[in-house]
């Protein structure tokens, strides 16, 4: 985020002799500069898990292999789970710290103003 903003001020008032004329001995001028005003901000995820839940889906599936010599069988079980996980996303956010800079260039009559 950057902010170039000029703020607004009286006029310098020219100098005046004691007989209230204008005194010839000085100059006067008013000057605008702009700033440059960064502040960061720092985005960071979040997510946390919820209960989970688990729920058979329908009858296992069962296979059966004997071994070459029929000294032992292996039995595989296969079960359709359903498996329920709530996640809740985010973001957490916080600000660095903000920094002033002097805009860089000659700045145009104006440019700053609202």
Known sequence: ???N???????ILPCMGEDGALANNGCNKITTQCV???APVILQPTASV???????QGAPSVSCV???C???CTI???????????VRYGVSLSSGEPTI???EGPIPCGCCKA
């Open 36 to 38: 440059d005003v960064t």
């Open 50 to 56: 919820g209960t989970v839940t688990v729920a058979c």
């Open 66 to 68: 004997t071994d070459p």
């Open 5 to 11: 903003e000029a703020y607004e001020h009286d006029a």
């Open 101 to 103: 800079s002097c805009a």
């Open 1 to 3: 985020m950057r902010i």
């Open 76 to 86: 595989t079980l296969t079960q359709q789970i359903c498996v329920t996980m709530p």
């Open 70 to 72: 029929g000294t032992s």
